[in-house]
């Protein structure tokens, strides 16, 4: 058996506004992950791109973790874990790095040790180490995904858009861990805000079935998370203001942020040039990238 396997893993956007811990896009922006098991111990790490100098290389690596994690399940021996990433996905910025770097080492892990996981068994035990599934679902499988939690299992549905659209997403020049994102959420929201979350969320998953792309200049709204997050992200009301005005179909928060994405018909450099100079106005550096769904999720490559 090879004892060297390389992992393709998109990074994903996760809430895309009112649909909180449940909905996320795999997007065509790449993590490689290059895993070599041997039975001669110790961890080892070489990172390309993002994260280089910053990931660390023990068992607080969410990737070695998650290779521990399928190595002790499938009763594997070999204890020597080296990795080899070149990593596109800008960390803690709300584009999934971590997602990735989960469903990079679960995925490439079972390769190694036999293919005995399904990709449900993957969500599983990648919602365990993630904490929610809203990344790693589309991570794994591509596409549009909603995922739910029923007593600690994660399930999920793969929607096929009826229409294209883009994503420009605007990546601010600072990080914002989602451990710190979620930390300033109330426990307990208004009735009100709970109902106006449903009617979006419904009208989300709609609008994008039925291709009424129109539909997501209210489909994005949220009063769940973003109205809470703000005072993290400088400017975030008026970058999102600028993706609208400019002519998005809809902006929102990525993920836990800091990044913020439009979804666009047309024009989608007209509206991440507008978003960067509105995040530029309150002095934040920023850049943007055009952004498709990847269909594929995680692959062997
Ligand atoms: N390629 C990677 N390998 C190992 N750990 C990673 C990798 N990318 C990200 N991480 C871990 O995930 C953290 C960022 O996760 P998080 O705060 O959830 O933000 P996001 O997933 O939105 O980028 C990083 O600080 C790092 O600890
Ligand atoms: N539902 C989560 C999504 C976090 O996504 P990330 O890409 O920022 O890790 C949340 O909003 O906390």
Excluded: W
């Amino acid at each position: 058996m090879a004892n060297t396997v390389k992992v393709r893993v998109p990074g994903t956007t996760a809430n895309c506004g009112p649909g909180f811990d449940a909905v996320g896009i795999a997007c065509t922006i790449y993590n490689d992950l290059e895993l070599t098991l041997n039975d001669q111990g110790g961890i080892s790490l070489a990172v390309m791109g993002e994260g280089a100098g910053a990931i660390p290389a023990d068992g607080s690596n969410v990737a070695v973790k998650a290779i521990q994690m399928v190595l002790a399940k499938t009763g594997c021996k070999l204890n020597g874990i080296h990795l080899k990433m070149v990593n596109n996905i800008p960390l803690a910025r709300g584009l999934g790095s971590s997602a990735a770097a989960i469903v990079g080492g679960l995925v490439a892990a079972n390769e190694l040790t036999g293919n005995t996981l399904t990709k449900e068994d993957i969500l599983g035990m990648a919602t365990a180490i993630e904490g929610h599934p809203d990344n790693v679902a589309p991570a794994i499988f591509g596409g549009i995904t909603v995922s739910i939690m029923d007593s600690g299992n994660a399930k999920y549905l793969r929607l096929q858009p009826a229409k294209a659209f883009s994503m420009v997403a605007v990546i601010p020049e600072f990080n914002l861990s989602t451990k710190a994102a979620r930390k300033v959420l109330p426990d307990s929201v208004p009735f009100a805000d709970a109902v106006f979350n449903v009617s979006r969320t419904a009208l989300l998953i709609g609008a994008l079935c039925t291709g009424e792309l129109k539909l997501l200049s209210h489909a994005l709204e949220d009063r769940l998370h973003q109205p809470y997050r703000e005072q993290l992200i400088p400017g975030m009301a008026q970058v999102l203001a600028a993706a609208r005005q400019t002519g998005a179909l809809g902006a929102a928060l990525s993920g836990a942020g800091p990044c913020l994405l439009a979804f666009t018909a047309d024009d989608s450099d007209e509206v991440g040039k507008a978003m960067v100079k509105a995040f530029n106005i309150h002095k934040v550096p920023a850049r943007y990238q055009v952004l498709a769904i990847d269909e594929q999720g995680a692959v062997i490559i």
